[in-house]
């Protein structure tokens, strides 16, 4: 120890000596010498140092960093696992509110904790510092965080080529096995919030044909295992669905069925709260690969103009300053259509990306075609078929006696699935709850024949309202026809031979 102590006093005494000597060359030396000297100390002071740190970051730019990711997963197991945390003064723990029994224990800023890979030693650090926002833009001061692990100089190589690796396989493990997923929303323009994602639904238990069910998870199920088949072809490891139909057939329920089969998690961008197509950007790409985007009532969550509209509000707002920037700073449907298809659309891999409406004609053809959204689900109202699987969920039965009633009243009526759950979720008696549902079905019947008899009327009246105004016409022409043009003829005979004759006409004519 006594010698460590000694090596360390001399090294520390012989950079004092090479600092004061830089110095003076400072001051007397021609700056090539100067130069010279300068790569001189620089190699000897990493020779005297024995430790070497790597960091990272948490962010790379706009795109997240994923061994970031994967170390906290990594540290947070660890801690969980080893008496590691015995040394640590401060920790933070956490719990999700469905798993409140079940705590995550993991690093707070400042502290470290060692690792040993392979009889290694490996020091960690989690640090954050405040940067400062751009004066000129919206975005204040934000927290970079980023782990630095420290190693003798003798492991760079083991800690870049192994112990790094082995880390993120680890972290991969761990994920696959006990991660809950997440859902992100945007906030503060260009940032992602995460939640945890407890949704239940399933393919299992969607209220869906399963035709209609089944060809949904086979083209999912293709899609992931074609890697190298997108990456062989040219094209961007990503696929679109369009999901459409009226209000309360079970869009969301199906994104949530999609993201619990592929163990993906969702990015729920609200178009209305970003700012800009920048902003827009900075959110796309900070989302991981595995991941689902979605953009629900794309028709009227914002205004996204056609194409041709925005080159004549471009045009326009040339010759105005201010009218100018606000047309650069809006969302607009080429920035979208550029991260769907364009070239920011290879800036990750494996991702879904949805876009729900209830009025599929309100779209942008441009948004529509093969290549941005792939495949194009109706989502109609119920049928006999989802109504069993509806009832099965509810009240965990497969044959009742009012079932055909039900299902012959489903064929005539449209009624939405989330209504037939609202009645099925009323009451527990199966018996009770089948039996509103009836009444129901009944009431949509009638009231459906109601209003056909009303537009039934509505359209004779304006049938026979065309038949008079027809007939009057047809009396005003008569009359015309036959109208008496009176003329009066005067004659006045100043001589034997001549005659003046004058003539008064009493009739109109409009062109």
């Known amino acids: 120890m006594a010698s460590y102590d000694k090596t360390i006093a001399t090294a520390a005494s012989l950079a004092a000596s090479l600092m004061l000597v830089r110095g003076l060359a400072n001051e007397l030396l021609p700056s090539e010498v100067h130069e010279a000297l300068s790569d001189l100390l620089a190699s000897l002071r990493s020779r005297l ?10 962010n790379e730019g706009w795109s997240y960093n994923h061994v970031y990711g994967a170390v906290k997963a990594y540290l947070a197991a660890h801690i969980d696992n080893a008496p590691a945390n015995i040394s ?46 751009d004066p ?30 082995f880390i993120v396989a680890k972290a991969k493990a761990i994920k696959d096995g006990e991660r809950s997923l997440s859902i992100y ?48 072809i040219g094209k961007a490891w990503k696929r679109g669905y369009l999901l459409y139909g009226p209000p309360g057939t079970g869009k969301s329920s199906l994104i949530a069925a999609i993201a619990n089969h592929l163990r993906f998690d969702i990015y729920d961008l609200e178009l209305t709260g970003v700012d800009s197509n920048s902003d827009l950007r900075r959110l796309l790409v900070g989302m991981t ?50 991260f769907v298809d364009g070239l920011w659309s290879t800036t990750g891999e494996e991702r879904i990306i949805i876009f729900t409406t209830n009025y599929k004609e309100r779209l942008d053809p441009a948004l529509l075609r093969p290549g941005r959204m792939d495949m194009h689900i109706h989502m109609g109202y119920c049928t006999p078929e989802a109504f069993r699987i509806l009832a099965n969920n509810y009240h965990a039965i497969d044959s ?54 009303t537009e039934d009327k509505q ?30 003829v005067q004659v006045e005979k100043k001589d034997d031979k001549e005659v003046v004759v004058k003539i008064d006409s009493t009739e109109e004519w409009s062109g």
């Open 400 to 453: 009742h006696a009012t079932y055909p009633e039900i299902e012959e009243l489903i064929k005539e009526v449209s009624v939405t699935p989330a209504e037939v759950a609202e009645v099925l979720m009323r009451n527990d008696d199966t018996d009770v709850a089948l039996d509103d549902l009836v009444k129901l079905l009944n009431r949509k019947k009638t009231n459906a024949a109601n209003e056909i008899k």
């Open 185 to 232: 929303m945007n906030e503060y323009s260009d940032e992602w919030n995460p939640m945890e994602l407890q949704h239940p639904s399933t393919f299992e238990t969607l209220a869906m044909d399963q035709k209609q069910k089944q060809s949904i998870i086979d083209d999912l199920d293709r899609f992931i295992k074609r890697k190298d088949y997108y990456r062989r």
């Open 459 to 488: 359209v004779d009246e304006k049938k026979e309202g065309v038949e008079i105004k027809t007939e009057n016409q047809q009396v005003d022409v008569n009359k015309d026809a036959n109208e008496i043009k009176t003329e009066s």
């Open 136 to 165: 000129n833009g919206n975005g204040g001061a934000r927290e970079v965080r980023s782990y630095e692990v420290s190693f003798h100089k003798r492991h760079k190589e083991k800690a870049l080529k192994e112990y790094l690796p």
């Open 289 to 338: 690969n595995r991941s689902i985007l979605v953009v629900e009532d794309i028709d009227c969550t914002i205004e996204l103009k056609q194409r041709e509209d925005q080159d004549e509000d471009e045009e326009h707002a040339k010759s105005n300053s201010t009218e100018k920037k606000k047309a650069e700073d809006k969302v607009t449907l080429s920035g979208l259509l550029n």
């Open 88 to 133: 640590m003064q401060r920790l933070r723990v956490s719990s999700a509110e469905s798993e409140a029994e079940k705590m995550v224990v993991s690093m707070e800023a400042g502290e470290e904790m060692a690792d040993v890979y392979e009889g290694t030693e490996f020091k960690w650090c989690l640090v954050t510092r405040e940067v400062k926002g």
């Open 49 to 58: 140092t024995w430790q070497h740190t790597i960091v990272i970051e948490e």
